[in-house]
């Protein structure tokens, strides 16, 4: 089982830059570009703050893959 992230997805498709998810968030660009590229593991604190910023419910930033 791998689970996929889908926040650059997300993020594409509302058409919001980095920058601005950053801002809306308090997330580092520099982290979420991180975790977009899967060089880091998100916390749950870190996900509840994207998902609100993103204005979906957690659960869609994930993608279960078997």
């Known amino acids: 089982m791998k689970i996929i992230l889908l926040i650059k997805q997300i993020r594409k498709e509302r058409k919001i830059s980095l920058k601005q998810l950053s801002e809306k968030s308090g997330v580092s660009k520099t982290h979420i570009n991180d975790i977009e590229k899967g ?11 994207l ?13 279960v893959q078997w």
Do not use: F, T
């Open 39 to 49: 060089y880091k593991e998100p916390s749950l604190e870190i996900m509840i703050k």
């Open 51 to 63: 998902s609100k910023a993103l204005n979906v419910p957690i659960q869609s930033l994930y993608k």
